[in-house]
């Protein structure tokens, strides 16, 4: 029974797929041995040897022939006249190997051994998968998708290691169900109560960095590097580029012919906008290239500060500031400034859209203004106040702060 008992432990362990024959067979061995030392006072004069696949053991204890009453250490030395009941040939020098049956251990006992057999492989397995996984801190790794929940989305590798996508690293627009292949980077791995967790994220720039790796091989091989990232996760996201080789455009090079390279990971990311920009140390050319699309009309730096007030046409300050907000935040992330946009006003008799105000005006307000005719700036400041609250039904309130901000734009 005993023999049984350790050749299905020997089968649990195959399941480990992360522990090396050589690495499998010394911890039996160590195990096997502490077990002897426990028992024996010593080890040092067994010979252990294990088979794997056939879930065999063998333990040889070897014991040096003495005179009889000359044993001092029962378990290192034999006396002669013990000796020569196994060969009568002995002689004293020499040594005796005897086999140590499992049998002759207490079932108690053989059933310590195995539960300290899984106990040291199933440790071992973890501090493998932490070694293994720390070293992918900064990678891309694919998995299946095998429990969701409202926090977190559990996800097995090829090798059935779990690993922890949550809510945070999402995109805002991912949606996965059980049995979907997911793709993140590795973002942390630390071991909590003596178990490795491997958290993955999806909203880290880093991710996006080495899709851009696995997508444009110039970036793969040094040729252009990516010298910073900024992104709101799902909506939109810059990457500064730039290449030390003038025969390559970076930005063409990342973007593709017709946009054929940055397509797979515009769908990776649930179409997330993302703009590619030439790097510069000039930081108005910097700021303006990441301003783009919007084209500016002149830039003040104030150096110090890192503060830059950006001027442009009213038809471009939409454009700068980009929907939600995100295209200028982004573009002071990317730079290192804090950006702040003016309309550009000198001809007097410039009219401004009214929806150029969309940053300071609700949208509903606009529209509703819109809906008596008032679609530009100075539409509104020929009217009088009590008439556009007749006209829209506005609070006055209202009425008062959208003239306040118009004609602000024009004093």
């Known amino acids: 029974m005993e023999h049984i008992n350790l050749v299905e432990t020997f089968s649990e362990f195959k399941e480990f797929k992360n522990i090396d024959r050589e690495t499998m067979m010394r911890i039996l061995e160590d195990v096997f041995r502490h077990m002897l030392a426990k028992r024996f006072g010593s080890a040092d004069n067994f010979d252990i040897i294990v088979n794997i696949d056939k879930g065999d053991l063998e333990i040889w204890r070897n014991r040096i022939i003495v005179d009889d009453g000359a044993v001092e250490?029962?378990?290192?030395?034999?006396?002669?006249s013990e000796a020569i009941k196994n060969e009568p040939d002995f002689e004293v020098g020499e040594e005796l190997s005897e086999e140590i049956k499992?049998?002759?251990f207490g079932r108690r006992e053989i059933l310590a051994i195995r539960q300290n057999l899984i106990s040291k492989i199933q440790e071992y397995e973890?501090?493998?998968i932490f070694k293994k996984y720390k070293e992918k801190i900064g990678e891309i790794v694919s998995g299946e998708v095998y429990q969701v929940w409202k926090k977190e989305i559990l996800v097995l590798d090829d090798e059935n290691i779990e690993l922890i996508l949550p809510k945070s690293e999402q995109i805002p627009s991912d949606f996965y169900r059980k049995g979907d292949t997911i793709r993140a980077v590795v973002s942390k791995v630390e071991m909590n109560n003596n178990n490795p967790v491997i958290i993955l994220s999806r909203t880290s720039p880093v991710f996006l960095e080495r899709l851009f790796e696995s997508e444009v091989p110039e970036v793969y091989d040094g040729l252009i590097s990516i010298k910073n990232i900024v992104r709101v996760p799902g909506e939109r996201a810059k990457l500064a580029v730039e290449s030390y080789d003038d025969r390559i455009d970076p930005v063409g090079a990342c973007v593709g012919m017709k946009g054929s390279r940055i397509h797979g990971i515009v769908r990776e990311l649930k179409n997330e906008n993302i703009d590619v920009i030439n790097y510069t140390t000039n930081p108005s050319l910097y700021i303006q290239r990441a301003l783009s699309p919007a084209k500016i009309t002149s830039i003040v730096i104030d150096e110090p500060n890192k503060k830059a007030d950006v001027y442009m046409k009213p038809d471009q300050v939409s454009l700068a500031i980009g929907k939600g907000g995100f295209n200028i935040k982004l573009a002071g992330k990317l730079t290192g400034y804090e950006i702040d946009?003016?309309?550009?006003?000198?001809?007097?008799?410039?009219d401004v859209d009214l929806q150029e105000f969309s940053d300071e005006i609700d949208q509903w307000i606009i529209d509703t203004?819109?809906?008596i005719g008032c679609d530009t700036a100075k539409s509104i400041l020929n009217l009088e106040v009590q008439e556009l609250v007749n006209r829209t039904d506005l609070e006055e309130e209202t009425v008062n702060e959208v003239v306040r901000i118009i004609r602000a734009e024009f004093e």
């Open 369 to 371: 203004l819109k809906g």
């Open 341 to 350: 946009v003016y309309r550009d006003t000198d001809v007097d008799n410039e």
């Open 126 to 128: 973890k501090d493998n």
């Open 102 to 104: 499992l049998g002759d």
């Open 73 to 80: 250490d029962p378990n290192a030395q034999v006396a002669l």
